[in-house]
């Protein structure tokens, strides 16, 4: 099993920025992927970035690119999403998960393990 750990939301201005970190736990060796997702009120869970656990790959949502950085930190075992120039729209409860069956995955039914999420709020 798999435990994943998030931290770091919170309430920012619009243009500020935020670093959540996702820290991982247990079985890691079999982890291929890292991603982080975000769900709105009233809205579906969608796909923000994704690492793969050897740090050589990354995917971003369109929304997010030139913005958002993704980011692992091999020795702690923690991914860190940075999160620039935020806007009101990225307001949501973001979700850190991880996968063992694929190094790059953009849909949440790829993934294996999620955290409890962490509420990042972008005021006007």
């Known amino acids: 099993q798999v435990q994943l750990v998030e931290s770091g939301g919170g309430l920012v201005q619009a243009g500020g920025s935020l670093r959540l970190s996702c820290a991982a736990s247990?079985?890691?060796?079999?982890?291929?992927?890292v991603g982080w997702f975000r769900q709105a009120p009233g809205k579906e869970r969608e796909f923000v970035a994704t690492?793969?656990?050897?740090?050589?790959?990354?995917r971003y949502h369109d929304s997010v690119k030139g913005r958002f950085t993704i980011s692992r930190d091999n020795a702690m075992n923690t991914v860190h999403l940075q999160m620039n120039s935020l806007k009101p729209e990225d307001t949501a409860v973001y979700y850190c998960a991880a996968a063992e069956g694929f190094s790059i995955a953009t849909l949440a039914r790829l993934y294996d393990y999620w955290g409890q999420g962490t509420q990042v709020t972008v005021s006007s």
């Open positions: 247990g079985r890691t060796a079999s982890l291929r992927a």
């Open positions: 690492i793969s656990y050897s740090g050589a790959s990354t």
